[in-house]
């Protein structure tokens, strides 16, 4: 691998923390007056859920524009290795296919919720292992 596998984890725990936050969203049920918002009293959904953290999401851009571009090939096939093995053979197999993939990688990551797991998988298909290096995996 020409991706040092620290970042890789790295990046994971980064991935992970940022999906294991949610998003206050508009079809919170509510079940009384305090919660309904009624004047005088907070809404008590927007005090029990956390925003979007974009500080982490800045981290993973910054990690990722750190690398070089056969790196970021590297790591969406890693991704796609994790997210279809029965699809691909190895990761050399992998990285061709991730040329033709036109979506930038920090739109995979932010779109799907398993990514980090993919990455953990893509990983573990080349004998690499996050829990002895960071606690990540």
């Known amino acids: 691998m020409i991706l040092d596998p620290d970042t890789v984890c790295s990046l ?12 206050a969203g ?30 982490n999401i800045a981290e993973i851009v910054g990690l990722l524009e750190g690398l070089e571009s056969e790196q970021l090939q590297e790591l969406t096939g890693l991704f796609l290795l994790g997210r279809n093995s029965e699809t691909y053979e190895n990761l ?27 990455l953990v998988s893509g990983l573990e298909q080349n004998d690499i292992h996050c829990d002895a290096r960071t606690g990540a995996g």
């Open 92 to 118: 050399e197999a992998a990285k061709a296919a991730s040329m033709q993939i036109t979506k930038p990688i920090i739109d995979l990551i932010q779109d799907d919720s398993a990514s980090a797991e993919y």
């Open 26 to 55: 508009q079809d919170v049920l509510v079940s009384n007056s305090v919660d309904e918002g009624e004047p005088g009293h907070n809404r008590m959904d927007d005090a029990l859920v956390e925003d979007q953290d974009t500080g």
């Open 12 to 23: 994971i725990y980064k991935i992970r923390r940022l999906h294991g936050k949610e998003v």
